[in-house]
């Protein structure tokens, strides 16, 4: 069985999008407001729909749950 790593849903978001410059730009935010998100660990709630409908948008896969929760995904050593 493989181990799995957390990544918190601000790590996810970011990592979808190309970076924190994109995933501004594309949610018309500063890049350094994104960028303060990573202290909290969470995504604002006043931004999780926008980004949820900006990655559907664009043909990104993730869900609700994730922009909340984060996600475990498998990896090997």
Partial sequence: ???????TPV???IELFGGVR???R???R???AVSRWKRLGVV?????KKILQT????????SAHDVI??????WSN
């Fill in 1 to 7: 069985m493989s181990p799995t790593k957390h990544i």
């Fill in 11 to 13: 790590d996810l978001v």
């Fill in 22 to 24: 994109k995933l501004a």
């Fill in 26 to 28: 594309a949610i018309g």
């Fill in 30 to 32: 500063d890049p350094a």
């Fill in 44 to 48: 604002p709630t006043s931004v999780q």
């Fill in 55 to 62: 990655a559907w948008d664009q043909g990104i896969e993730i």
């Fill in 69 to 74: 929760f984060g996600r475990d995904v498998s």
